[in-house]
């Protein structure tokens, strides 16, 4: 029998596991009613059956700290909202700590938890003794305890969000085809068409499936993964409390209650991709073989740990796939270039902790426009094509399942699938000692090794790069300094209505004639930045546009959605094609003279300036723009000319002290000039007001995306504003997330931090209530379990006239 199906609806959702129940539920709250679910088969049939249920707000992220935290609260509540019974285990969890290290992650995490409502208790080790008896304690330094922890029954809290919802809940409903049709978009089904203004791709390991019947590819792939379920342990018969989670991230595995066995589930070396050509036809509510070979290291240890667990039969073995992204977050938002398509899945085997508060925020994308809290990390956009190379796929989310518990540095670079984007520079820079980092696929230098190996050697506290670091520092602030900014994200706007689609989306005036650059952030109709970007403009008509490399996707992504229907507007990413090598330093503008004929004085090349020079024979873009906040210039060159540009200026720049310098040196001297970056310091979450970014902000141009929502700003006043905080350190530095303190309660958390070798200070970012932002407030900054006392200055540290950047 053919089964009948909606065929109008506001928004189509592909998918019945939890993401798809959660996100119907979610919207039904919104007040948005008219949703239609598509299931291939029966919910909860793909990945959510199987699923451990674990539910732990324990992360590397205070903003997913916080989407972890809503879900266990609506966990909690969901019965007796709903009737429907969830099986929610408010057990708490612990996790082990056998190094220095792991502690360090641990303090890092709970102060963290702190200011985002979620309780972390470090505990020794008699206290974990108490909490969980089965465990051996021998070695153990710790535990962190999160007393708020759970798991839960996935398919019942599945269907508590579909008896939660208004949408119409299509079973058996594969869709088997998409096209855009008009103004909505026909979703093909066996039994009719379904017709919706948007549609959500939430079909879990067949996103990619579903997404390619669309048109385009995202990179999910299926692992496998194993847990096993016990026989009854006499110890567990008959106990009051339940158990709290344990997981042990030395040794890879986790552990939970089930009845009076245990559910023990590990992350073994090796991890298995599964298929990788397609899911078979009717994978459905099935397993895979299991294989105890692979996994019996890992069980073996846990036996150790857990000396009830190595005596104890095995009456159950759970071999289930489930979709990993590269870097094990989500994906959630909307698709670039499909208009009104959106996507949430890839959840790495974590969707029932995710759901609850991914389908919250992934709702409030839809009708809204953004979601409340940020989730940059968790945009679709973060990633490119690149991205979905199965080879490149497979090696990053391999990477990511071996060190599901390994402990996540700050600066932490992983090097699987590397490298996969590199310019003409990467063999030569490495030769001279540069160690590299990625973004969006691209090698970039972060610092050079002056002596022994080039490699990275992390901590919570300085790394190996710290001193080498310093001097590239120095070097640019007292001479010159060369960096491959290749990276850089470079468009091309061209055509008739170029300019009226930048005046509408960008918060400054326009460059007013060719060869004037403009810095601009591009609004939300929030008033909160979506891009942050410079202008600049070649011919009346013809504009360059230099964004982030993390952002060359999202960025593309917001001004295509926004241009003309009627043609008139060309948008071109030329990331590819331009490389860009970057001269900062007192000494930059005497070293590029020697290169050029063209008269390069300060009257003749003013500050954001540009030109189209001859360097060394090479037809070059010259822009005069400093990240550093030095006299400075970035040459944007035909990136087959790269290697003959770059050894022309190091030749050049012999006598003059010229020093390649790297990504983290360039964060240390933009923190020392105040400078702002997108994704840290600012983001949709704020706005140019708030970030301090006023002189940005052309209310008197006419109107333009967010102007309005700013306009109000202004007139009430700001209540948080972006303050610059100097921290007395003692061999630590903030790097983001850390609570700042006032009157000895957590007001704010670090945005961003480091150490300004320049200024030789340790310097934090935070947006901190207006009363508190005022320079001279004395507060705290806790790092890794110490709160340092920390004074708010005028900013920026280092040369505030811009005497020397204007030089």
Request: with cysteine; net charge negative; proline share 6%.
């Amino acid at each position: 029998m053919i089964p009948k199906v909606a065929t109008e609806a506001k928004v189509a959702i592909i998918g019945g596991g939890v993401a798809g129940g959660s996100l119907a539920y979610h919207l039904t709250k919104l007040g948005w009613r008219d949703v239609v679910l598509l299931e291939q088969d029966e919910l909860t049939s793909g990945s959510t059956w199987h699923a451990a249920g674990l539910c732990t707000q324990f992360n590397s992220s205070y903003n997913l700290m916080r989407l972890l935290r809503s879900s266990v609260e609506l966990y909690a509540r969901l019965e007796a909202e709903t009737g429907q019974a969830v099986d929610w285990h408010p057990c708490g969890s612990v996790r082990l700590a056998t190094t220095a290290d792991r502690l360090d992650e641990f303090g890092h995490r709970r102060a963290m938890g702190e200011v985002a409502g979620v309780p972390i208790e470090i505990v020794g080790p008699e206290r974990l003794a108490e909490l969980h008896p089965l465990v051996d304690t021998t070695g153990i330094l710790a535990a962190a305890y999160l007393p708020t922890d759970g798991h839960v029954d996935p398919a019942s809290l599945t269907r508590a969000f579909v008896a939660g919802t208004g949408a119409e809940i299509m079973r058996r409903t594969p869709v088997t085809g998409i096209e855009r049709d008009r103004a909505a978009w026909r979703l093909a089904t066996p039994g009719s068409t379904v017709r919706a203004e948007i549609v959500v791709n939430a079909a879990g390991q067949w996103a990619p499936e579903v997404a390619r019947l669309a048109g385009v590819d995202l990179p999910i792939v299926p692992f496998e993964h194993h847990y096993v379920v016990t026989d009854a342990i006499g110890e567990l018969q008959g106990r009051e409390r339940e158990l709290p989670v344990l997981r042990d991230p030395d040794d890879s595995y986790y552990v939970r209650q089930e009845g009076a066995g245990l559910l023990v589930g590990p992350f073994e070396r090796g991890p298995r991709p599964w298929a990788l050509d397609g899911i078979p036809p009717g994978f459905h509510a099935r397993l895979l073989p299991p294989d105890l070979d692979r996994i019996e290291g890992v069980l073996a240890a846990a036996g150790t740990r857990i000396p009830a667990f190595a005596t104890v039969g095995i009456k159950q073995i759970v071999n289930g796939p489930d979709g990993y992204t590269p870097d094990g977050r989500c994906l959630m938002g909307p698709v670039p270039g499909l208009e009104n398509f959106h996507v949430l899945a890839g959840f790495s085997i974590f969707g029932i902790v995710f759901a609850g508060g991914a389908g919250r925020y992934a709702a409030e994308w839809i009708v809204e426009g953004q979601p409340s809290d940020n989730m940059w990390e968790l945009d679709v956009r973060r990633f490119g094509e690149y991205a979905c190379s199965t080879a490149y796929l497979v090696a990053r989310a391999s990477e990511v399942y071996e060190r599901e518990y390994a402990i996540h540095y700050p600066e932490e670079e992983l090097p699987a699938g590397r490298p996969l984007k590199t310019d003409p520079l990467y063999d030569r820079l490495a030769a001279r000692g540069a160690v590299y980092g990625a973004r969006f696929g691209w090698e970039r230098p972060l610092w050079f090794a002056r002596d022994g190996a080039a490699r990275d050697e992390y901590s919570f506290r300085r790394g190996n790069w710290f001193d080498a670091v310093g001097d590239e520092c120095r070097a640019v602030r007292t001479r010159v300094g060369l960096l491959d900014q290749t990276s850089f994200a470079k468009y091309r706007l061209s055509g008739p209505g170029a300019e009226g689609l930048l005046e509408r989306l960008c918060a400054n005036a326009l460059p007013p004639e060719p060869g004037r650059i403009a810095l601009t952030q591009m609004c939300r109709p929030s008033g909160g930045i979506e891009c942050d970007l410079t202008v600049t403009r070649l011919e009346q008509d013809r504009f360059y546009l230099v964004s982030a490399a993390a952002t060359e996707l999202h960025d593309y992504a917001w001004i295509e959605a926004h241009l003309p229907r009627d043609g008139s507007v060309v948008l071109e990413n030329v990331t590819d094609r331009y490389g860009v090598l970057t001269l900062a330093g007192p000494r930059s503008r005497e070293l590029l003279q020697t290169v050029t004929d063209s008269d390069l004085s300060r009257e003749a090349f003013p500050f954001f300036r540009a030109r189209e020079l001859t360097v060394g024979g090479i037809d070059t873009l010259v822009l005069r723009v400093s990240y550093v906040g030095e006299l400075g210039f970035e040459l944007h060159h035909p990136l087959e000319h790269q290697p003959a540009l770059y050894e022309l200026l190091l030749e050049a720049g012999e006598p003059l002290g010229l020093v390649d310098f790297g990504y983290r040196a360039l964060e240390s001297l933009r923190l020392e000039k105040a400078y702002r970056l997108w994704g840290v310091d600012m983001s949709a979450d704020y706005t140019p007001l708030e970030a301090g970014l006023e002189r940005f902000v052309r209310f008197d141009k006419g109107d333009f995306v967010g102007r309005d929502a700013l306009v109000r700003q202004r007139e009430e006043g700001v209540r948080q504003r972006l303050a610059c905080l100097v921290v007395e350190e003692d061999g630590a530095d903030a790097h983001g997330y850390e609570p700042v303190f006032a009157e000895g309660r957590p007001t704010a958390y670090v945005a961003s931090g480091g150490y300004g070798h320049v200024v030789d200070a340790s310097i934090a970012f935070a947006y901190l209530p207006v009363e508190h932002a005022e320079p001279g407030t004395e507060l705290e900054v806790e790092i890794l379990g110490e709160r340092r006392p920390s004074t708010v200055v005028t900013q920026p540290l280092y040369d505030p006239r811009n005497e020397r950047l204007l030089s």
